[in-house]
């Protein structure tokens, strides 16, 4: 596995890859188990990054493999449905999933959401329009979510 990191309007990120795939995006200068090595897809993505940060690009194309439990990878294929500008609950999410009960589980598997942004985990609120957590914090979500113009009510 090969990662690079660099700076962005929120922060830090560090971007990695097994073969062509993004594997990993996340607001750490380092990624365990991870060589040092700037790669073309890495290097797309951050391009890809940065558009998305100058409202220049609304999809990521990018052949993503996350890494997670066949439920985590149910739900990160959910959030990735999410349209730019728009957010779903929980409960909307555990239902897209076949699996209507399942809320907490969606929030620990967006918990666990190796990918940031680009699986956009930042899009999920509370049924009641609440924030709620984010792994990289509510202030963060709520940047990322103002930066989509998105409406939350």
Known sequence: MNFFTYQTPVGKLSIACEEDN????????????????ETP????AHRQLMEYFERKRKHFDLPL??????????????????????TKSYKEIATMI???KAC???????????IMIIIPCH????????L?????GTEMKMQLLEL?????I
Not at 41 to 44: A, D
């Open 22 to 37: 993004i594997v990993k995006l996340t607001l750490s200068e380092k990624v365990d188990n991870a060589v040092q090595k």
């Open 41 to 44: 897809i890495i290097q797309k």
């Open 65 to 86: 493999k996350p890494k997670g439990t066949l439920f985590q990878q149910k739900v990160w294929d959910a959030l990735s449905q999410i349209s730019y500008g728009k």
């Open 98 to 100: 076949g699996n209507p």
């Open 104 to 114: 907490r589980a969606v929030g620990m598997a967006n918990h666990c959401n190796p």
């Open 123 to 130: 899009r999920v609120i509370g049924s009641n329009g609440s």
């Open 132 to 136: 709620t957590g984010y792994a990289y």
């Open 148 to 152: 989509e113009n998105t409406v939350i």
